[in-house]
């Protein structure tokens, strides 16, 4: 079956593969976003802390599950791109790796006995990875648009030009609005889930307060990040991999691909709906919809950025070395296989999509967190 489909079907297939995994990866960050909420909603009350903490507890694995999925995917896919970005902006990527490291810490020793650093410890640990994590993660994805400092010699050795290896970065206001967009929708995202996962009046309450003044917010990041992307020139490659600067390239792939700028307008509609009707309609199962649409608009970024003869990855020190999906993936024999084996994917997504439903069937409640027999992270 797969065996049939030429090198570019299938590195075009395996791009889509990887941007629904960055769009899902993307909506279940709900837990980073969770974790920033966690003292503003509690305000100083222990037993509300707890149920905020155990929400996020019993989800925050599914993170890491997407993520290795997501990496892995896009390391076996395009290695290319692994070795360049991995390998050149390794300060950026160990330092979100560092953030996710405390985050697993931070669960499986924040109740442990003779803990001595302190929960606070923990906990503010947890606010590093849902605040620093998200906002460098969000920096990283938008060099897939703005570029980065790199080359590729004759042998695919990637080489990086800035000591600052990633981190140089952070200086760019393109980059930066991405970064803080991401931040705000996932504390948007991570309120939603909590409106819909505990049972508590008073979290509600502020959790719909604090949507009200965090939709503002990424609002205008996310308005100025799409200000600047719709109005810059992007890399583009011609037949023979010619890499050129075309301007207004991602508006116009948005256009020229119509079905990938409706799943993105559909997406950013669906985020709106959910967050007005949890404030205006006192709705609580908006999650749902408000997470379908951030899977939708992320994934819309990624094809966006990876089809239509666009570099997906390019580089701004020497325009040839950019990365593409032509360029930087596997073998088409690596792509097949691949394939066969992303069949078992609708299985495992079944699998936690099942399990999500056993654990949310009930809601948190005092009661439960109360009951010396629970377990409490």
Not at 7 to 21: A, C, N, P
Not at 105 to 125: H, I, M, T, W
Not at 152 to 169: A, I, P, Q, T
Request: charged fraction near 15%.
């Amino acid at each position: 079956m797969f065996e049939e489909l030429s090198l570019l079907q299938l590195q075009q297939l395996w791009w889509i593969i990887i941007s629904l995994l960055g769009g899902l990866f993307a909506f279940i960050m709900f837990v980073q976003g969770g974790q920033t909420l966690i003292f503003k909603l509690s305000k100083g009350d222990e037993l509300l802390k707890t149920m905020l903490i155990n929400s996020l507890g019993r989800k925050w694995e599914l993170g890491f599950t997407t993520l290795v999925l997501f990496g892995g995917a896009l390391f076996a896919a395009f290695p290319l791109f692994y070795a360049t970005s991995f390998g050149g902006a390794y300060w950026v990527w160990m330092s979100i790796l560092f953030c996710f490291i405390i985050q697993a810490v931070s669960y499986e020793y924040r109740k442990k006995p003779d803990n001595f650093l302190g929960q606070k410890v923990y906990e503010a640990f947890l606010y590093i990875n849902g605040s620093l994590g998200v906002i460098l993660l969000g920096v990283a994805i938008a060099t897939f648009f703005s570029g980065s400092n790199f080359w590729v010699d004759e042998y695919n050795f990637s080489h990086w030009s800035d000591s600052l290896r990633g981190l140089e970065s952070l200086a760019s206001p393109f980059n930066l609005s991405l970064g803080f967009a991401l931040f705000f929708l996932v504390r948007i995202s991570g309120a939603l889930y909590f409106i819909n996962n505990i049972d508590n009046e008073t979290i509600r309450k502020r959790a719909i307060k604090s949507i009200k003044v965090d939709m503002l917010i990424f609002l205008f990041f996310f308005l100025a990040f799409l200000a600047q992307l719709f109005t810059k020139s992007g890399f583009a490659y011609n037949e023979k991999g010619f890499i050129y600067l075309q301007e207004f390239k991602y508006l116009l792939n948005f256009i020229e691909l119509p079905y990938v700028g409706l799943m993105f307008c559909i997406g950013i509609l669906m985020v709106i709906i959910a967050v007005f009707l949890t404030i205006h309609f006192d709705k609580t199962c908006c999650i749902k919809t408000g997470g379908l649409g951030i899977v939708l608009t992320v994934m819309a970024l990624f094809l966006n950025v990876g089809l239509n003869n666009t570099s997906y990855y390019p580089s701004i020190y020497d325009l040839q070395s950019s990365l593409t999906i032509e360029n930087s993936s596997g073998s088409h024999y690596t792509l097949t296989a691949m394939s066969y084996a992303a069949l078992m994917v609708p299985f495992v997504l079944a699998y936690i999509f099942y399990v999500w439903y056993q654990m949310d069937k009930v809601k948190i409640t005092k009661e439960e967190i109360q009951d010396p027999h629970s377990h409490n992270y």
